[in-house]
């Protein structure tokens, strides 16, 4: 069983940057990707790395602000976020693929969850 847990989530104003962590219960070579969800609003997938590093942006408003990394040594996932926009308001969570180290734009098996942590952006 593999646990993940967010954390960083925070009140920041408009043009502020916050940085969340997803720390894993052990050692994973399962790609991790960042979701969100709005109020009222369905999940979407942000960005997605794999075990090597390497990640992809499936959000198109995030492209330019958003990064993820990776510390596999520490079982640790991040997500830098900078110049934050009100419409970024979200619960965050980490998801890991068990079906893959790779990120995949079909078949991903997003099997493990985090709790989710809140990130508001308001002035």
């Known amino acids: 069983q593999l646990q993940l847990v967010e954390s960083g989530g925070d009140l920041v104003q408009p043009g502020g940057s916050l940085r969340l962590s997803c720390v894993a219960s052990?050692?994973?070579?399962?790609?991790i990707a960042w979701f969100r969800q709005a109020p009222g609003k369905e999940r979407e997938k942000v960005l997605c790395?794999?075990?090597?590093?390497?990640?992809?942006t499936y959000t198109d408003s995030v492209k330019g602000r958003f990064t993820t990394s990776r510390d596999n040594a520490k079982n640790t996932v991040f997500l830098q976020m900078d110049s934050l926009k009100p419409e970024d308001t979200a619960v965050y969570y980490c998801?890991?693929?068990?079906?893959?180290?790779?990120?995949?734009?079909?078949?991903?098996?997003?099997?493990?969850w985090g709790q989710g942590t809140q990130v508001t952006v308001s002035s």
């Open positions: 998801a890991a693929d068990r079906g893959s180290p790779w990120c995949r734009a079909t078949g991903q098996d997003y099997y493990y």
């Open positions: 052990r050692f994973t070579s399962y790609a």
């Open positions: 790395i794999d075990y090597s590093g390497g990640s992809t």
